[in-house]
């Protein structure tokens, strides 16, 4: 029964858009600053690099990044790319998916060596440990998630990017649905091919999310609208910063994940949206206490400050000392 859904699924989406993603292989990998890496490596499969722990340095397509915990980068099929291992341990799950047109190449995949073999390795070796057929490489994600209705067409900017960096809240979600593809073809449990392909699909469409995010940004900042979207909200934060309010409620008031409004205000600014809140209230708590009629109790509250346990440890971390002592000293 669990073979003929996957079938249908499968057929479903066949005649949706003409392709079906695939999961190759996931891996996993360990290593450290003894392990010696390959100069470059090539994939015809899309590449979905999730990092659990420790530090990298990608040189991706000619260009240099940096990679901590938690990083989530795609790697775009026939890019050449190196890993340089900047800490002690690395550990980091690499899954490789791509897109056939028709089940007969779904069929050929598997055969090689896909979606049901083994999907654990932790070596030093780079890339996938199956042969990856060519044909791989001429789908691309856009092409494929058409059907999604997200926006995403293979004509925009983001299609010619080497590889792109997931910054936003999918990050999350997608790397835990890397980590279930990879323990679901751990073991042969019942109806395996049928949540590896549903978990898959899911993937692909979190992904495209995740790309239409990217895409929206960069057309934002493009087009002059994320300066007058930080200016705005500067204009609220410098209006309600005593109030109690919050960076999520400054990036709501102009309409913004506080992910993307936090990076287009440092962009814009220079400074972090809750470090310039912070300023602000340190500033006017410093007014404050050059009054001795009133109590410090009342100046966290009165700057913004939920309690006076938070204003004193914020306080003493911008002033290098407690408000008390800058009330002596000012007075």
Known sequence: MANKLLSAIEDDIFLSEGSMPIV?????????TKDSLPDESMHNSHELLC?????????IGGETIQLSRGSVVVIRPLVRHKLIIKSEKVDML??????VHDTSDLKLTKETGSVSGKTEAK?????PSVSIPGSLAKITLESFLKFADLGITEDNEMTRLPFFVVKGGEKKEINELAERIVE??????YAR???????????????SRALRSEWEESLSVKNGKAKELVTIAKQFMDENFDQGITVSEAAAYVFLSQGYFTRAFRDELGISPMNYLMKKRIEKACKLLQNNEIKVSAISLQSGFSSPQRFNVAFRKQMGMTPMEYRKKYL
């Open 184 to 189: 679901e073809n751990k073991e042969n449990r």
């Open 94 to 99: 690499n899954l490789y998916f791509g897109f």
């Open 51 to 59: 990092l659990r722990e420790g530090k990298i340095e990608a040189v």
């Open 193 to 207: 091919d049928l949540m590896v392909h549903t978990l898959t699909v899911e993937l692909m469409i979190t992904l």
């Open 123 to 127: 070596n030093n070796s780079a890339g």
């Open 24 to 32: 190759i292989e996931g891996l996993e990998h360990l290593y450290d």
